[in-house]
């Protein structure tokens, strides 16, 4: 929802960012505010997955122009888990695989990691079970799933849950979703939007980096921006998605 | 391989100190002169200095072992102390007379030498170079006629025992290393565990190397009886010399009917610096032997340390429906090299046995599993699972498995599972972008790889294990 009034999360300014030498990023802004929903898009190699990346700290990418804060502090002075503890949260398009640590495990270590952070009560396995029951509703994964090793033979839509249901339990101030739709079947794409909408609040922002419109209707987004060559071609209202879905990219591209 | 994963696990060796303590040595090199030295000095009786002499004269006509995936510049055997031992002060007749020099070093070590101030319900045997300080509670045991103490003084208390088992597993002319040790062992633990009884406690040995320029040959002899059990561990570190040292062992143990024996190793000999100067060559043979029916031997072994690590213990199943276990965390990093595995050779029938092998290379180290699975012809219905993970943490590192299956059953039924995974950049980024740091996220990813293995170490082990494998990969994945 948008709300001129709403305190800043994120401000990026002039973003320049290259891996291996190349420069990906090229000069990007953005503004997001507390309660909004923002959507990312553009084509292969527009820069999209690289700037949820840089924002969150991947060790590949190297920030050479311009800057970003978070809640007003530089960003690019915190390392990655720095970033995390403060609550920008990535749900990673490829969720890797942890044999032999399970998701309970890992789970309780995050949350309980960010509890030490603010100063507040660790929690015991127990009532680290209670909180945690509740969260997997969310993503209507089987309880089960807690005790399996992380990601270790799940499919591809349960793997995304799995990054939900990490999100529900850390509950992020801003959450970026690198292309959590793809791969997934209409209902497991429903599953992580009813999970995401459920997590929404007027005191945290989602970021979604997508390819389609598919999840913009179930996730409604605040503001479309549309990236080309490592910037930010174009800003619009949801419209604009279904502007691209009906006429795809060439016009913003020439146009840019 | 980032910086960050770098540092972490590089942590310096914790317990490369020497004790300053006045030594009793023989001087370096090999003899019949220097055996009859040793065997002296111990005052052996004659049948031990003949299984010695004639184990060395066998030793001079054996060639050093070349097969294993292992390299390293030509052991010089004549530039090897072979007995070394603090200085008697005077004949000990309790703990509380240890050399306070000694008592330090232990504690320092956390094997505090009073049975007061020791892990409770831990008896150790505690090996100072060539010689045992001191063994904890074996009064205690002994009223339970549990037989615990250190080799020489087993020789002279119960020369019957040891005369028959000494060499019944591992035949003094078993292989090179097994060959060198019969002829120059100094001492080491010896364990009994009359028929029907459980040992109430765990039985430890604690071996410290500390003389520079001196080999450590200790010999282990675990006998348990009918229907009797015990849990046994070992744990070793020594200081950091730039020299490479020499450690030999062997160990025995024999199940005997329904008998019970559980072997734990934490191995933390000095594995030399980052670019492979110094630290300890372990080249040890360590085998079981079950006996009797229903007999079980299981190994569980921690190996972190050692600049080369050649070692296999193994389970000899010839007792019907005996088993045999080998649990096996390996790790290695900067130059340490490790072949390592087990043999479980199955005679009796039904026999079975498991084989859990966890191998993590890092740096620009190499670690390999060797085993071999053998099922002769009369063992019926043996069965093996075999299972063999490696782990390469950064691109400069090498794992390999080598396993040999030879049956000459038709019945027996053998599984072979094996994988290769890598702690890459995605998952510690995975594990930072959840808040948590890169030493935790180590920690967790190696013991999530080594589950299977720390559930069978006694509960301070696994947590030590745990604490072990955390300090020597700080800094080095990536």
């Not at chain 2, 007999?295 to 569980?300: A, D, G, L, N």
Request: net charge negative; hydrophobic share 40%; proline share 3%.
């Amino acid at each position: 929802m948008i709300n001129k009034e709403s305190r800043i999360l994120l401000e990026v300014k002039n973003l320049k960012a290259e891996v291996a030498g190349v420069e990906i990023l090229k000069g990007v802004d953005l503004t997001i505010r507390a309660g909004e929903v923002h959507a990312i898009m553009g084509i292969n190699g527009s820069g999209k997955s690289t700037f949820s990346k840089v924002l969150a700290g991947h060790p590949d990418y190297t920030v050479t122009g311009g800057s970003a804060t978070f809640e007003g502090r530089d960003l690019f002075a915190l390392a990655a888990e720095e970033r995390a503890r403060a609550g920008l949260f990535l749900a990673f398009q490829y969720p890797v695989e942890i044999p032999g640590v399970s998701n309970s495990a890992l789970l309780r270590l995050a949350y309980n990691t960010l509890q030490l952070d603010r100063g507040l009560e660790e929690l015991d396995p127990l009532e680290f079970d209670d909180l945690v029951q509740e969260k997997i509703k969310v993503v209507e994964m089987n309880p089960s799933f807690l005790g399996r090793s992380v990601n270790e033979g799940f499919s591809g839509g349960e793997k995304k849950r799995n990054e939900i249901l990490q999100m529900a339990v850390l509950e992020p101030k801003l959450a970026i979703l690198d292309e959590t739709d793809s791969g997934l079947d209409i209902d497991a794409l429903r599953i992580v939007a009813k999970g995401v909408n459920s997590l929404l609040s007027s005191d945290n922002a989602v970021v979604m980096v997508t390819h389609y419109q598919r999840l913009l209707n179930y996730i409604v987004p605040d503001y479309v921006h549309v990236m080309d060559g490592g910037r930010i071609v174009r800003t619009g209202g949801k419209e604009l998605a279904l502007e691209l879905e009906a006429r795809g990219y060439d016009w913003l591209r020439a146009a840019a | 391989m980032s910086a960050a994963l770098q540092n972490l696990v590089n942590q310096p060796y914790k317990h490369g100190f020497v004790t300053d303590i006045e030594t009793d040595s023989v001087p370096k090199g090999l003899s019949e002169d220097v055996i009859r030295h040793i065997s002296k000095k111990k005052s052996e009786p004659e049948w031990l200095l003949e299984f010695r002499l004639s184990a060395y004269r066998h030793w001079l006509t054996m060639e050093e072992p070349v097969w294993a995936n292992v390299s390293y510049p030509k052991i010089d055997f004549q530039d090897i102390i072979y007995f070394t031992q603090p200085k008697p002060k005077k004949q000990l007749a309790s703990m509380d007379e240890v050399d306070p020099e000694l008592r330090r070093t232990f504690e320092k070590l956390g094997v505090p030498l009073h049975e007061q101030k020791m892990m409770t319900g831990v008896a150790v045997d505690v090996i100072f170079d060539s010689v045992s300080v001191t063994t904890t509670y074996k009064a205690k045991l002994a009223e339970i006629g549990i037989i615990f103490c250190s080799f020489s003084e087993a020789v002279h208390e119960y020369p019957e025992l040891v005369r028959q088992y000494l060499g019944s597993v591992v035949p003094s002319g078993d292989n090179y290393y097994a060959a060198l040790n019969s002829a120059v062992f100094t001492d080491g633990s010896f364990c009994f565990i009359p028929k029907g009884t459980k040992c109430p406690m765990d039985l430890s040995t604690y071996f410290r190397i500390n003389t520079e320029g001196s080999g450590q040959f200790e010999r282990t002899l675990i006998i348990a009886e009918e229907g009797s059990s015990v849990c046994y561990l070992e744990g070793c570190t020594a200081p950091q010399f730039d020299t490479n040292q020499l450690h030999a062992a062997v160990v025995e143990l024999v199940a005997l009917d329904n008998a019970d024996i559980k072997y734990s190793t934490v191995q933390n000999w000095y594995a030399g610096d980052e670019n492979g100067k110094g630290g300890i060559f372990n080249f040890v043979t360590k085998r079981g032997l079950c006996k009797g029916v229903n007999s079980k031997i299981s190994w569980t072994q921690v190996e972190t340390g050692s600049a080369i690590t050649w070692k296999y213990p193994s389970c000899v199943l010839l007792g019907d429906n005996s088993s045999g276990e080998f649990y096996s965390v390996a790790l290695t990093n900067h130059l340490q090299q490790a072949d390592t595995g087990t043999k479980m050779i199955h005679i009796g029938k039904n026999t079975r046995s498991k084989i859990i092998s966890k191998g993590i290379s890092a740096g620009r180290s190499s670690n390999s599993y060797r085993g071999l699975v053998k099922v002769g012809s009369r063992a019926t219905g043996a069965r093996n699972y075999s299972q063999c993970d490696s782990m390469l943490i950064g691109d400069r590192c090498a794992a390999n498995t080598f396993p040999t299956i030879d049956v000459q059953n038709t019945t027996a039924t053998i599984e072979h599972e094996a994988s290769t995974s890598k702690i890459g950049e995605d998952q510690m980024f995975f594990f930072a972008q959840r808040g948590i740091g890169s030493e935790e996220a180590i920690s967790m990813i190696i013991n999530g790889f080594c589950k299977d293995v720390f559930v069978h170490l006694p509960m301070e082990f696994a947590v030590e294990a745990t604490k072990l494998l955390g300090l020597k990969l700080e800094g080095s994945v990536g």
